[in-house]
């Protein structure tokens, strides 16, 4: 998969990951249920409304051996994220924004009546949440410079790829079992076994 000379990574055969994948793979990692690419259709329109990069939901007493999962995963209620990936742009797209109800009339997050007012309260201040659910924004860039948009913002360098490096590394023994896994989950952890982290992020980001 590479060569290593002087303990740096300097070839990559057949490695193939984008920035999709390593955001799915933090959100599997902390016990969510996700779906990629998530349309939105229109009711009288071959063109979709919008289209999401990534829906996650998570339970709150999800629990896998003594795994301490990221900070912003909360133990207490029902959690949906709204999740969209920047390369160069760093906000949500003006689609998406006009169209948060209707993306949770088709998750059934919530019910119709709630849609709208939440909605409204997700393009103010990027979440909502009652006594047992909660909604917030995610947007995930490359780094957190230059950041001016709603919601929570996870740098992929600070904050998705040293999770994915640790979870990887601290659980070894049981993660080593993933040959049914896509290949960018296996990817991701045979560079993390192999490599230290500022090495294993670098790699990352030169072929995403």
Not at 13 to 24: F, M, P
Not at 144 to 160: A, E
Not at 166 to 194: C, D, M, T, V
Request: proline share 3%; net charge neutral; glycine share 4%.
């Amino acid at each position: 998969m590479y060569q290593r000379i002087k303990n740096e990574v300097v070839f990559l055969v057949g490695a193939n990951i984008s920035l999709g994948d390593i955001v799915y793979w933090f959100f599997r990692l902390n016990g969510c249920f996700t779906i990629q690419n998530f349309i939105v259709h229109s009711e009288g329109s071959a063109v979709p409304k919008t289209e999401v990069d990534l829906l996650a939901v998570r339970f709150p007493d999800r629990k896998e051996l003594d795994m301490r999962d990221h900070p912003i995963f909360l133990t207490q209620k029902i959690q949906l994220f709204i999740v969209e990936e920047k390369n160069s742009k760093r906000s949500f797209n003006h689609p998406t924004k006009r169209n948060f109800d209707e993306i949770l009339r088709r998750v059934g997050f919530v019910n119709d009546e709630e849609a709208e007012k939440i909605k409204e309260c997700l393009n103010a201040n990027g979440k909502w949440e009652d006594d047992k659910r909660y909604i917030e924004l995610i947007l995930v860039t490359k780094n957190k410079n230059h950041i001016n948009d709603i919601g929570r913002h996870l740098s992929l360098k600070d904050d998705i790829l040293p999770f994915i490096y640790h979870r990887f590394r601290q659980y070894h023994e049981q993660k080593k079992q993933h040959k049914e896994w896509p290949k960018s989950g296996i990817l991701l952890f045979e560079l993390a076994a192999n490599l230290d982290e500022n090495v294993f992020i670098r790699v990352i980001e030169k072929i995403i």
